[in-house]
């Protein structure tokens, strides 16, 4: 499987990275080996000194497409999560810098931490979920798919032209504002409206 991540879905998140608002969906890959699965606790990794979280709600694709038109894309998916899109953010801006890929600071073993899969009809409307990260009890970053620049069946449309998908992947849908540092010893918790659906500790 793999797990495509979309940059910039957020207005205020864009502008407080100083990036410009996209006219189309920016997005990036990252390998199944950034899956935390089985290997938790995720081990804060050594060639970072800024390792931010950026918590997103996560799309689990269910059926093999490719060239899907928005309005067919919703057939693609029936479950929804949260996960942590971890950035090590001083690397990803060096390469930001050097106008080099993001790889490095964004693909690396446990970057992809995800949680438990929800079927989207226990939810009214998935266009207007709250989710939010907690880190040692209290809330961090708080974000509402309403205010997605691009939505899920318009990412799902526009991801598919270039990049055929397949059942099992994962896609990271962008983060809202609020994005900052976490350290080792942190416990972090993430949820969609009041359900918690992940929950480890840095080591
Ligand atoms: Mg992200």
Not at 110 to 124: D, N, W, Y
Not at 127 to 143: A, D, M, Y
């Amino acid at each position: 499987m793999k797990i495509i991540c979309i940059g910039r879905n957020y207005i205020d998140h864009a502008k407080e990275l100083n990036n410009p608002i996209p006219k189309e969906p920016v997005f990036f890959l990252k390998p199944d080996t950034a899956l935390l699965q089985n290997r938790v606790p995720f081990i804060y990794p050594g060639f970072t000194k800024d390792l931010h979280h950026e918590v997103e709600i996560v799309v689990k694709i269910n059926k093999i497409g490719k060239h899907i038109e928005e309005r067919f894309a919703h057939k693609y998916y029936n479950e929804i999560s949260v996960g942590v899109d971890f950035t090590a953010r001083d690397v990803q801006q060096l390469c930001k810098e050097k106008g080099l890929p993001w790889e490095k600071a964004k693909a690396f073993d446990g970057s992809a931490p995800t949680g438990k899969f929800i079927p989207i009809s226990e939810f009214q409307d998935i266009n207007k979920l709250e989710f939010s990260i907690q880190i040692n009890g209290e809330t961090r970053q708080k974000g509402n798919t309403q205010d997605m620049i691009f939505n899920i069946n318009q990412i799902i449309a526009y991801v598919s032209q270039f990049v055929t998908l397949k059942i099992g992947d994962y896609i990271f849908t962008g983060t809202p504002a609020g994005v900052s540092s976490v350290k080792i010893d942190d416990k972090i918790d993430c949820f969609i409206e009041d359900k918690k659906l992940l929950s480890f500790n840095v080591k």
